[in-house]
């Protein structure tokens, strides 16, 4: 019933399973050890990345909202038209 080579790996983790243990110190270290190599290239975009993204992203944002108080982006669509030949739709006076 068991592939070929893995009649220990099973049975050693059949017993396992049957004292109550979920795993051992073993896989502990390896856990360990994958969080000590990932540590550096999260910091790396916690300092680096993420700041070098919100600079990009920030200064668009305030372009697009300077664009939208200055343009007429309001729009009539005469019937059967399409938005190309809309009418624009002056702001209301304040």
Do not use: C
């Not at 893995?6 to 004292?19: C, F, H, N, T």
């Not at 994958?34 to 916690?46: I, L, V």
């Amino acid at each position: 019933m068991n592939d070929p080579g893995l009649d220990k790996p099973i049975s050693s983790g059949a017993k396992k399973v049957e004292k109550g243990k979920e795993y051992d110190s073993e896989q502990d270290d390896d856990l360990e050890e994958d969080q000590t190599f990932m540590d550096p290239s999260r910091w790396w975009f916690a300092s680096t990345a993420f700041p070098l993204i919100a600079g990009t992203f920030g200064p668009m944002a305030s372009a697009f909202n300077i664009n939208a108080l200055v343009q007429h982006w309001r729009v009539t669509i005469p019937p059967g038209g399409t938005e190309e030949h809309g009418i624009d739709v002056p702001d209301p006076p304040l």
